[in-house]
C-alpha cells in the first residue's frame, strides 16, 4: 500500500478548494447514512429471524402481526441504506447531469418513503395497533422516532431535489467517474456484489458495536468470542478500504490498490474463518452460551448460518477485487 501512502496518488490532492468541501460533503452523509443505517438494518435482521422462528414453530399469525407492527422500521432501514447508496452514486456519477438526476430522483423516493412511514404510525396509533404513540419496543421512544424520521426523510427528500437544482444552475466542482463495473456492466458485475458487501458491511459493523456489550464470556470459549467479532469486524473493515481507499485512489493505480487490498483481505478472511470453523468443532455450545446476542439466525436455527453467509462473502469479496485489480491493471498496460 506504498503507493496509496504517497498523497499525491490520492484523488483529492488534485482538487481545488471548493471541489474538497464538495467531497466532505458527501463523505459527511456516506457516515451520516451508514451509522443509524446498520443499527436500523441489525434490528431488521432481529425482527426477520424471529419472524422465520414463529413461522417455523407454527405460529405464522404472530410473524404476520410482528411485520405489521415493525413495517416503520423496516421503512426506515430501507431508507437510510437508499439515501446511502443513491448519495454514493451521486459522487461517483459520470457526469454533471446525472448527479443532479440522481440527487432529485433519490429526493424523490425518500419523501415518498418518509410519508408512508410517518403516515403509517400516525393511522396505526388512530387505529390502535400502537397503545400509544410511545411503547419503547425497539428503542425507548418507538414508534414516535419512526414517526420522527419519516418527517426527517420527507425534508432530506426535499432537500436532494432542491440540491439537484443548484447543481444543474450552478455545476458541480467535484470530478465525475464512470464507476460501471469490470466489463461495463453495473448490476452484471459489482453491482450486485457491491450491495450485498455493503448489507454486510452495516450488519458487522452494528455487530462489532453490540459484541462489545453481549458476548458472554462466562461460560468460556474466548477465543471463539473473538474470532467471531473480528470475522464481523473485517466485513466492515472491508467496505471501509473499498469506499475510502481504493474509490479515493487515482484511477492510474486503481488496479494495484486492488490486488493489494484484495489479497491482504484474502489472506486475513481466510485464516479467520479457518479459525472460526474450528472454535465451533471444538466448543459445539459456543454460539448459543457465548454469542446468541449476535447470532440470531444460528441462535434460532442451531445451525451455523453465520459461516455460511460471512464465509462467503469475506472470502468472494477479495477474490472478486483481485479479479477486478488485474483487469484494471490490464486495461492501463493496454492504454499506455
Known amino acids: 500500500m506504498a503507493a496509496y501512502l504517497t498523497r499525491n496518488d490520492r ?26 443505517g446498520a443499527f436500523a438494518l441489525w434490528e431488521i435482521n432481529y425482527e426477520l429471524w424471529n419472524m422465520i422462528g414463529s413461522v417455523a414453530s407454527n405460529s405464522p399469525d404472530m410473524a404476520l402481526t410482528q411485520t405489521v407492527r415493525m413495517l416503520p422500521l423496516y421503512l426506515t432501514g430501507a431508507s437510510f441504506i437508499f439515501f446511502l447508496i443513491y448519495t454514493n452514486g451521486a459522487y461517483r456519477a459520470k457526469n454533471v447531469k446525472a448527479r443532479a438526476s440522481k440527487w432529485c430522483a433519490g429526493g424523490i423516493v425518500m419523501i415518498v418513503l418518509g410519508m408512508i412511514t410517518a403516515a403509517y404510525v400516525g393511522i396505526g396509533v388512530a387505529l ?30 426535499f432537500l436532494s431535489i432542491r440540491y439537484s437544482k443548484v447543481i444543474g444552475e450552478k455545476g458541480s466542482a467535484l470530478p465525475c467517474v464512470d464507476d460501471r463495473g469490470l466489463f461495463g456492466w453495473r448490476l452484471r458485475t459489482f453491482g450486485l456484489l457491491r450491495a450485498l458487501c455493503l448489507l454486510m458491511a452495516m450488519i458487522g459493523f452494528a455487530a462489532c458495536f453490540w459484541g462489545i456489550f453481549v458476548l458472554d464470556f462466562a461460560h468460556g470459549c474466548l477465543m471463539y468470542g473473538i474470532v467471531l467479532w473480528l470475522n464481523y469486524f473485517t466485513a466492515f473493515a472491508m467496505y471501509f478500504a473499498y469506499k475510502y481507499i481504493f474509490c479515493e485512489t487515482k484511477p492510474g493505480i486503481r488496479g494495484t490498490t486492488a490486488v493489494k487490498l484484495g489479497s491482504i483481505f484474502l489472506i486475513i478472511n481466510v485464516i479467520l474463518f479457518a479459525l472460526h470453523l474450528i472454535t465451533v468443532q471444538i466448543w459445539n455450545e459456543a454460539p448459543d ?12 436455527t442451531s445451525m451455523n448460518i453465520f459461516a455460511v453467509f460471512y464465509g462467503v462473502n469475506n472470502i468472494l469479496a477479495p477474490i472478486i477485487a483481485i479479479a477486478r ?9 493496454s492504454i499506455a
Open 128 to 157: 390502535g395497533e400502537y397503545d400509544r404513540l410511545i411503547e419503547g419496543y425497539v428503542s425507548p421512544l418507538f414508534p414516535l422516532d419512526m414517526l420522527l424520521a419519516g418527517v426527517i426523510f420527507i425534508g432530506v427528500g
Open 325 to 333: 485489480g488485474l483487469v484494471m491493471e490490464k486495461k492501463n498496460r
Open 11 to 36: 484523488i483529492k490532492s488534485e482538487l481545488g478548494k471548493d471541489a474538497r468541501r464538495e467531497r466532505r460533503f458527501y463523505m459527511f452523509f456516506s457516515i451520516l447514512a451508514f451509522v443509524p
Open 289 to 300: 452460551v457465548v454469542a446468541f446476542g449476535i447470532l440470531p439466525a444460528d441462535f434460532l
